[in-house]
């Protein structure tokens, strides 16, 4: 589903921000990506939604190998991706129900389709009432979950998040880590990126940790890798 191997990124001017890392995460798993600011993190899941290619190693993902992805491809191997900002990327001039809308509009569904689709991603975040709101209307809850049925809405099977509750009081987080639960419970793989470790500590699933590029821990051995 998601693999990684032998992956490094180096910026230009010699800045290292991965180095030589490996890691899998299975169809349908839930996991955390942890670090200090810096870590490496959001390079990592650029990597991965392809906002950004490895200097060196290899990214699989949906069994695609992404250094063979032609940049016509792109958007459609990232119609297998969703990708949710800490920041939610809304776009503030239009509609809760068109800023979901919009990858379906990229992709060319009908209206019909549209707004099936658009209709049933709200519901699953409990916004189904605020289709017609525009984002300066909702809270900051109201807009991440925004972000999210705009990320589901194309049903992809591979959800990443970066810092989706950075901006989040403990009980709006936990909402949020919930509806990324109910999404696992039927099968999505989740990957969520923060630094937030009381969180990461209140729950059970696998964490990935990344100190100054390196993958310290993948969550299924201790020790450093090469070791």
Same mark, same amino acid.
């Given at each position: ?9 180096? !910026?230009?001017?010699?800045?290292? &921000? ?8 299975? &169809? =349908? ?9 810096? &870590? ?35 958007? !459609?191997?990232?119609? =297998? ?29 009908? /209206? ?13 975040? /409990?916004? =189904? ?21 705009? &990320? ?42 923060? /630094?937030?470790? =009381? ?29």
């Amino acid at each position: 589903m998601i693999r990684f191997n032998k992956v490094s990124k180096t !910026y230009p001017g010699g800045i290292v &921000a991965l180095n030589n890392v490996n890691f899998s995460i299975a &169809a =349908g798993e839930m996991a955390f990506l942890t670090g200090h600011s810096g &870590a490496g993190k959001s390079t990592l899941l650029k990597l991965m939604s392809l906002m950004e290619k490895p200097s060196n190693g290899s990214v699989h993902i949906n069994g695609i190998d992404l250094s063979q992805v032609t940049y016509q491809q792109i958007p !459609y191997v990232r119609r =297998g991706i969703g990708m949710i900002f800490q920041n939610h990327n809304l776009l503030m001039d239009r509609t809760v129900f068109d800023n979901v809308a919009l990858p379906l509009i990229i992709e060319g569904c009908s /209206h019909k389709e549209i707004k099936k689709r658009v209709d049933a991603a709200l519901d699953k975040v /409990h916004l =189904g009432n605020k289709l017609r709101c525009f984002p300066n209307m909702l809270s900051g809850g109201e807009q991440q979950r925004v972000g999210i049925a705009r &990320a589901l809405v194309n049903k992809p099977p591979i959800l990443l998040a970066d810092e989706p509750t950075g901006n989040l009081d403990p009980k709006l987080s936990l909402e949020i880590i919930k509806l990324f639960e109910e999404f696992n419970d039927v099968g999505v793989a989740v990957l969520i990126a923060t /630094h937030d470790l =009381g969180l990461i500590a209140r729950l059970k699933y696998r964490t990935l940790t990344l100190k100054q590029g390196a993958m310290i821990n993948d969550g299924l051995f201790e020790g450093l890798q090469g070791e």
